[in-house]
């Protein structure tokens, strides 16, 4: 079946701009990451969401940066007013959602982002 | 709190010998322990992981890892290095009831002619 998918695979902005980076799970996973791939911070936690209950949100480094989820589906990760230490590859992840903590996460390839 | 600390940043091997990939974790409860892939722009890719069942796990492709409580370790190895083995590992910790995955920094895997 289909992995999960990402897009734009790579966005170039301005500094100051907006940006929206959207992920589709695999189908039936009910909980979904987004992470950050820095050179300088390795791979940093964002956000959880699992089903309806509210999104862990204790990784968004600032207030510039929120997701949404509409259900069991698509995500959205989007970061206003853009800096340049925004640039990294942002890694989206879903799992079934049955065992928190240790269920496997199956990894997006990624969009990456740079903002210049 | 939880934390992971993968001893190399790189690692060279010649293809057909040995692969040892060093981790270590530090935490205060049982830990899951999972070691995932990532070749050159591509996404994550479960190599095996360890969640409190039999403390030597086997993956896919050949590697294996095994938990050490008493080390606090979990150190992955592969008998033969493959030229396809290259690619940068990541050694990963996280608890149950808990959402975030703690990844180690990486260790680049270089296999040689």
């Known amino acids: 079946g289909a992995g999960v998918s990402q897009s734009p695979s790579n966005k170039v902005t301005e500094k100051g701009k907006d940006v929206e980076l959207r992920c589709d799970p695999i189908?039936?996973?009910?909980?979904l990451y987004w992470y950050r791939q820095s050179l300088g911070q390795g791979l940093e936690f964002l956000i959880y969401?699992?089903?309806?209950?509210?999104?862990?949100k204790s990784g968004l480094p600032s207030d510039r940066f929120s997701a949404e989820r509409t259900g069991e589906s698509v995500s959205t990760l989007t970061i206003q007013r853009t800096q340049q230490e925004d640039s990294a590859v942002y890694l989206c992840?879903?799992?079934?959602?049955?065992?928190?903590?240790?269920?496997?996460?199956?990894f997006g390839p990624g969009t990456r982002l740079t903002v210049l | 709190a939880q934390s992971v600390t993968q001893l190399d940043s790189h690692v060279s091997v010649s293809e057909g010998t040995p692969v040892l990939l060093r981790c270590n974790y530090s935490?205060?409860?049982?830990?899951?322990l999972f070691w995932y892939v990532q070749h050159p722009n591509k996404g994550l890719q479960l190599l095996l992981k360890y969640t409190s069942a039999a403390t030597l796990v086997k993956g896919i492709n050949g590697f294996e890892a095994e938990f050490k409580k008493s080390e606090t370790s979990f150190h992955l190895t592969k008998p033969s290095a493959h030229m396809s083995d290259a690619a940068e590992y990541f050694c990963v910790v996280s608890f149950s009831g808990y959402s975030t995955l703690t990844f180690g920094k990486g260790t680049m895997l270089l296999v040689s002619p």
């Open positions: 935490s205060s409860y049982s830990p899951s």
């Open positions: 992840a879903s799992s079934l959602g049955a065992t928190l903590g240790t269920d496997t996460q199956y």
């Open positions: 189908s039936g996973h009910t909980a």
């Open positions: 969401f699992q089903g309806n209950s509210a999104p862990d």
